[in-house]
């Protein structure tokens, strides 16, 4: 028995098959799915998903990189939302700062380089893109803290996305502490990071990037970490593990990430289902 713990259910990717798909997650003992809301309408769609399906649950909340097609007022959909007893955490949500203003700058400027009139505003747009970067930040900071007020509220755990932002990311989460935990789902740091995470009372969760050839350090990782303190998942339409890595991923290959880390830690599927499972029924409500 185990729990997908991060699937984006709601994406058209998944519209052709979702029955077949559904069926290949049980047949795996993939027992409960878990699909992730990125916007208010697809966590929208999430919490229809979870109401039409009884072994699927939803996380609702607005994605850091969806922060300026977000409208004004998340909160008020998002608050009605999570009092839908298949509602089982806020998110995801959190920061990502992969694709800022300047870097998309900076990369637009490669292919542009050879123009003079490029090089000549330079500056002066390398200027503008900071402080758009500034901005940015603080509006994805804002989304974020709202959205971990609105999981103390209404008494609900955060699935946290967080990319090329660690710091500022602890940074904000910190006076959440012991009012909230979170899971730093996708987990790709290293074992100090997790610690420092797990030192905080939350969790990390892992993709197929364990299976990945070039997954060393991140299996590594989840070789190490206490037993009791991750989770697994696929986030799925992405990241299908080894062998269907580069085509659609789906639920049922939640088992293959289990499969990887039992092997990494030398215990059996048994023992990681066990202990993932009793770990995310901690963690998310499932029976409200
Ligand atoms: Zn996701």
Do not use: M, Y
């Given at each position: 028995m185990l729990i997908e713990t991060h699937a984006h259910l709601d994406y058209p990717d998944f519209a052709p098959d979702f029955d077949d798909l559904l069926r290949r997650a049980t047949d795996a003992g993939v027992t409960r799915i878990i699909t992730i809301g990125t916007s208010v309408e697809s966590s929208r769609r999430a919490v229809e998903l979870a109401e039409k399906h009884p072994n699927v649950f939803a996380v609702i909340g607005v994605h850091p990189t969806y922060v300026e097609e977000?409208?004004?007022?998340v909160i008020t959909p998002l608050r009605e939302l999570a009092g839908n007893p298949r509602v089982v955490a806020i998110g995801e949500t959190g920061l990502d700062y992969h694709s800022l203003p300047s870097l998309e700058l900076a990369k637009e400027r490669k292919t542009?380089?050879?123009?003079?009139k490029a090089l000549q505003t330079s500056t002066e747009d390398q200027l503008e893109a900071e402080i758009h970067d500034g901005a940015y930040k603080s509006k994805q900071a804002s989304l974020f803290e709202q959205q971990l007020d609105l999981a103390v509220e209404v008494g609900l755990n955060v699935v946290i996305h967080q990319r090329d932002a660690w710091e500022d990311t602890l940074e904000i989460m910190r006076p959440y502490t012991g009012k909230v935990r979170g899971v730093f789902h996708c987990f790709g740091g290293s074992l100090e990071q997790a610690q420092e995470v797990i030192d905080l009372d939350h969790l990390v969760s892992f993709t197929g990037?364990?299976?990945?050839?070039?997954g060393v350090s991140v299996r590594e990782v989840a070789a190490k970490v206490?037993?009791?303190k991750f989770m697994v998942e696929t986030d799925c339409p992405y990241?299908?593990?080894?062998?269907?890595?580069?085509r659609r991923c789906e639920p049922a290959h939640t088992r293959l990430v289990a499969e990887s880390i039992a092997s990494a830690r030398g215990i059996s599927l048994d023992e990681i289902a066990e202990a993932t499972t009793e770990t995310a029924e901690k963690f998310f409500r499932f029976n409200r």
């Open positions: 977000s409208g004004e007022d542009t380089q050879v123009f003079v990037i364990v299976t990945f050839k070039n206490p037993l009791w990241l299908a593990p080894v062998p269907f890595r580069g």
